[in-house]
């Protein structure tokens, strides 16, 4: 098999020739996956009665090449889409996959306050108007110690956030995932979680270049089960940092409470940098899986800062990041 270097695949290239393409590959891997969580009884674990949402939304147009690019081999694109974490849609890492219909993403707006002089609601379809598409390879790490290479399609979330004009007193950024038992049923399955799923960032950290809001994968729009129709991609901290299918954005003067790190802090900082040498209490951050075609992965070392430390360090100079986890 070919692997070319990310630099060689430039987004027209990607699109055409990538996976998303073959249907029928996609269908086998769907149909391998539901006969493993077959009869499991698990919350969304069901057999689905139809193709799971694998294939990503609408063909995003006028991508352009954005910075920061990732040297490592991209992860298939199956791998990308059919093993998630995304609680509200079910347990395990199938389940978003098989339940991702039940939500439904339009009509969807992104409402923003809080300590900003222009609060407001953008509509999405004018949120993808609005911010030119970029493309940008970034490494993804889960705390459970999987990991991925992802060519995500967004825009800064910087230059979204400047918009609504934060005031001074805007030291925080609160984020909220949709609330709707309905389309979203862990929210109603897992009454012990709070409820919606909520994450934050410090200004610096919202504003550092390297932070996006995410609309799609591999040139489409975001399959549900990835966030879609919008969500945060933060690629030096674990993926639970990535909050996904936002409808609320806050400025906030106290550091908000994110879900996780409310539920068990010590497992779940809120700063939350990927970092090597500070364990999480029930397994070693040393390694990390790097997911690959089917079931297999590849163990290599864990990177500080998942590898961006050069361009994130400076944020937490002074800080003891092995107490500020
Ligand atoms: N709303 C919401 N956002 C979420 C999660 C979730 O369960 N609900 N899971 C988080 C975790 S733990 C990870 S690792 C990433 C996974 O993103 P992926 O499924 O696209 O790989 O999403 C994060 N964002
Ligand atoms: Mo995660």
């Known amino acids: 098999m070919l692997i070319k270097k990310p630099a060689d695949i430039w987004p027209s290239e990607i699109t055409p020739q990538s996976v998303w393409e073959d249907r029928r590959r996609l269908l086998k891997m769907a149909t391998a996956a539901s006969l493993m969580w077959a009869g499991r009884g698990l919350a969304g674990s069901r057999v689905p009665e139809r193709l799971p949402e694998v294939e990503g939304g609408r063909k995003i147009e006028g991508v352009a090449p954005g910075p920061f690019n990732a040297k490592d081999p991209l992860t298939p694109y199956e791998n990308i889409v059919t093993y998630n974490n995304f609680i509200e849609l079910g347990p395990d890492k199938r389940a978003p996959m098989y339940n991702a219909d039940r ?31 970029q493309e940008r390879i970034y490494r993804f790490r889960c705390v459970e110690t999987w990991a991925m290479v992802v060519p995500w399609v967004g825009f800064p979330l910087g230059d979204f956030l400047k918009r609504f004009k934060p005031t001074s007193k805007a030291k925080y950024v609160a984020f909220e995932t949709l ?25 610096d950290e919202a504003m550092h270049p390297l932070t996006m809001l995410v609309y799609g994968v591999y040139g489409r729009e975001l399959p549900n089960q990835c966030g879609a129709p919008l969500r945060l991609v933060v690629p030096w901290k674990y993926g639970f940092k990535s909050i996904k299918s936002i409808v609320h954005i806050r400025f906030t003067e106290q550091r908000p409470k994110p879900s996780w790190n409310r539920l068990q802090p010590d497992e779940y900082g809120f700063y939350a940098n990927v970092n090597p040498e500070v364990d999480h209490p029930r397994w070693s951050q040393k390694y990390e899986r790097m997911l690959g075609s089917g079931l297999f992965t590849r163990k290599r070392p864990t990177r500080m800062f998942n590898g961006y430390e050069k361009q994130v360090a400076s ?5 003891d990041l092995r107490k500020n986890y």
């Open 103 to 133: 939500l439904k993403t339009r009509p969807w707006s992104v409402k923003v306050d809080g300590e900003c002089e222009a609060p407001g609601s953008l509509d999405i379809e004018d949120v993808f108007k609005l911010f030119p598409p």
């Open 179 to 203: 609330y709707d038992p309905n389309m979203l049923p862990g929210q109603r399955k897992m009454p012990y979680f709070f409820w919606p799923y909520t994450e934050g960032l410090r200004i």
């Open 315 to 319: 944020l937490y100079k002074g800080m």
